[in-house]
């Protein structure tokens, strides 16, 4: 037995590889059907295929868990039914041609019907009523029906998958097998709609083939076959309805199948066990028929013997079903009685059992452990705010959520994790705050039901609300009712909803954020993306060169100072490129921003190929070269306080006109000094932007804003020395 169970799968893998050829052969076959005339034996041969290959569709139906499960039907529906058609055109040939279509059909004409056409009319018309009228039509209304409902209900599934995504319950590989099975689901119903109106066809070609079939074979017996009235009546009637069962019990099959599986629930259970537990559930009902059938046979005139059977039967079942549900409700009785340990139990006394049963009946070791897991992002909202993120009452906060999600995916080149959004009762009613890895970031404040509009124009015209600002960039603004809301739209005002103040700032609060986002593991992620297209670079670049730690400090470089790391091949090369000249993550960072300039500087520009800027006079910035301090995991400035208070107040006034002007605040230096001068005045200047010269494009000229001068004492520690010479 084990010796052929390897030659079982290789014949059966073997079968599964040529599976296509097998389905193409068996169209072709049936086309063929539809033309060339066939023997009686091999016509014999396909009946009974015909009629197992149903079965087999109902079995399976039978034995599916969830209907979208067998996605193939209403392909097997058509094929099934276009060869049942060649069928019957090959029977009808052998009919009227021969007077003879094989052993099946001579069968059904005599043993089935017992020889009498009219009765077998008559169980013929039953049929066919029974299929088109009952079967077919229901089960295309229930297929038409849920094909509606299961495409209008598309959209909601989506939306309560991205909901469960940004909430953190479920990660984005089940987010993606979720979208899969409801776009199943969608599929399935709507094909089934479509195969429908198959089976419907075929019951009415039923009924007009063998209305042919009786009216040609007449003719044909009495006219060319010289047979007396009776006789060709008779023969070509018992001979066409035999073909006409033959063919309707098949279709007869895969009605009642298609009727099932459009009419079944979704449930981890097949057909059987699932009827079972539902029509067992409910011992007392079990009870009650058994009394109505014992009834029904104490009727006058009612047979007592079948009644009281069944009604014994009944009975039977719902004693067992009653048993068994008082055992497990003694079960939970005991187990509850049995919770905790009794107080003072000794170790191996009766206490010592509860508390074994508690342990073993206690949360999981890997429940525990998500209980000290911290969420990379979230969004904590007052009770005030819940209904922005209760989709039910019109909130689309986390469908939002999820498109700043996508948005920064494709703008800064990076995934985001999920963004948990939950609410926090210690914050005020209409407060919400962001946290990264538990530690509150941000913060801000909504008045739900009203707009906040903001003054981007410097209107001096008042609005009657409450004043507050701009969380994001601190903004003059009012928050306002609805009648107010057109004034300020007349007088310059930005007006948005409390859900979008809390967008734009959950959107600019990442950005800011970006480089915090991105561990190793999504660094990983991402190499492994571009690995598919250029295994090439990362075969060069890892291990060799750098390790995953340096790759990952690069991308945060870039990310800290709001560079997108979209272009990442091109990152890689240039790590790949510099990564023999240091090791430093802060030199390669410089290096690769150069390669990128092409693509990052424009953004700033003013006018096409035109960047307006601060600068610093030359001798400020030869000062500061020598002022610059290394180590191997940081760079900055070593500055006296008179100094580092006039570069402050220089840097805050010239960019803040540049700001004032609607325009980037820029400075651009050498890029000895770059990366430290950056670094230096981060925490106080967190939206300047420094670039280096080398940075930018060939074709990029600098329209200088303004120059930075070196502070009067160090002038005057430099005029020193020329005074002494003098």
Avoid at 549 to 554: E, P, S, T, W
Avoid at 627 to 637: F, P
Wanted: charged share 20%; aromatic share 6%.
């Amino acid at each position: 037995m084990s010796a052929a169970t390897p030659t079982s799968s290789a014949s059966y893998n073997a079968l599964l590889k040529r599976a296509d050829l097998v389905f193409t052969g068996g169209l072709f076959i049936t086309v063929l059907l539809l033309i060339l005339p066939i023997p009686a034996f091999l016509l014999d041969t396909f009946l009974a295929l015909n009629i197992g290959m149903s079965l087999l569709v109902l079995l399976a139906i039978i034995y599916i868990k969830d209907p979208p499960e067998f996605s193939s039907f209403p392909t097997i529906l058509l094929a099934l039914t276009l060869f049942r058609l060649a069928l019957n055109i090959s029977s009808t040939r052998q009919i009227l041609v021969h007077g003879y279509a094989g052993e099946i059909i001579d069968s059904f004409g005599n043993f089935v019907i017992q020889g009498n056409y009219i009765v077998g009319a008559v169980v013929f018309l039953i049929l066919v009523v029974i299929n088109f009228v009952v079967i077919t039509k229901g089960a295309g209304r229930i297929a038409e029906v849920s094909a509606r409902f299961t495409l209008d209900a598309l959209p909601g599934k989506q939306m309560a998958i991205d909901a469960e995504l940004n909430a953190g319950i479920i990660d984005e590989v089940q987010a993606t097998a979720r979208r899969l099975k409801v776009q199943k689901e969608a599929d399935f119903y709507g094909a089934m709609d479509g195969a429908s109106k198959f089976v419907r066809g075929d019951a009415i070609a039923g009924i007009i083939i063998t209305l042919v079939n009786v009216v040609g074979g007449f003719a044909i017996g009495v006219f060319q076959m010289g047979l007396s009235l009776t006789e060709s009546l008779s023969k070509f009637t018992l001979l066409s309805i035999g073909d006409g069962l033959v063919s309707q019990i098949p279709a007869l099959i895969l009605s009642v199948g298609a009727g099932l599986l459009v009419t079944r629930a979704s449930e981890n259970n097949n057909m059987g066990t699932q009827l079972a537990g539902q029509l067992l559930r409910y011992p007392r009902a079990m009870k009650i028929a058994a009394g109505m059938l014992v009834v029904f046979g104490l009727l006058p005139g009612m047979p007592i013997v079948p009644f009281f059977m069944l009604g014994a039967m009944a009975g039977f079942i719902g004693k067992l079903v009653q048993e068994q549900e008082d055992l497990a409700a003694a079960s939970e009785a005991a187990m509850a009685k049995a919770g905790p340990a009794k107080p003072g139990a000794k170790p191996g006394a009766e206490g010592a059992a509860p508390a074994a049963g508690g342990a073993a009946a206690g949360t999981p070791s890997e429940d525990v452990r998500k209980l000290i897991e911290t969420d990379v992002f979230a969004i904590e909202i007052g009770y005030g705010l819940l209904p922005l993120a209760n989709a039910k009452s019109g909130g689309d906060l986390l469908a939002r959520v999820t498109g700043v999600r996508k948005t920064l995916a494709r703008e800064k080149g990076i995934v985001v994790p999920p963004v948990s959004v939950r609410d926090n009762l210690e914050l005020e009613a209409n407060d919400y705050r962001f946290l990264l890895r538990g530690k509150p970031i941000a913060r801000g404040q909504l008045h739900p039901g009203r707009s906040l509009a903001m003054n981007v124009s410097a209107s001096k015209v008042r609005l009657r609300g409450v004043p507050t600002r701009e969380p994001v960039f601190n903004l003059e603004a009012t928050w306002i009712d609805e009648p107010e809301k057109k004034t300020a739209e007349l007088n310059g005002y930005t007006v948005v909803d409390p859900a979008s103040v809390l967008i734009t700032h959950l959107s600019e609060t990442l950005k800011a954020h970006a480089h915090h986002l991105i561990g190793r593991q999504e660094v990983q992620s991402l190499i492994d993306h571009v690995k598919a297209s250029q295994p090439a670079l990362i075969a060069e670049l890892l291990p060799d060169l750098v390790n995953l730690g340096i790759i990952q400090r690069v991308l945060q470089n870039l990310l800290r100072e709001g560079i997108a790391i979209t272009n990442l091949p091109l990152i890689l090369e240039g790590i790949a490129d510099f990564a023999p000249l240091s090791k430093n993550p802060d030199d390669l960072s410089e290096l690769v921003r150069r390669r990128l300039g092409l693509y990052f500087v424009p953004e700033y520009e003013v006018r096409p190929g035109v960047i307006r800027a601060v600068t610093l006079d030359p001798r400020l910035e030869q000062w500061l070269t020598g002022k610059v301090q290394r180590s191997a995991t940081d760079v900055g400035l070593a500055l006296d306080p008179a100094t580092t208070r006039h570069l402050l107040d220089e840097i805050n006034r010239r960019t803040g006109e540049l700001a004032a002007q609607g325009q980037p605040a820029l400075i651009v230096v050498s890029t000895e000094i770059r990366l430290a001068l950056k670094r230096f005045f981060e925490s106080s200047f967190p939206r300047v932007v420094v670039l280096a010269f080398q940075e930018l494009p060939a074709s990029t000229e600098i329209e200088n804003a303004a120059i930075i001068t070196a502070p009067p004492h160090l002038a005057r520690e430099a005029a020193a020395p020329l005074k002494a010479a003098a």
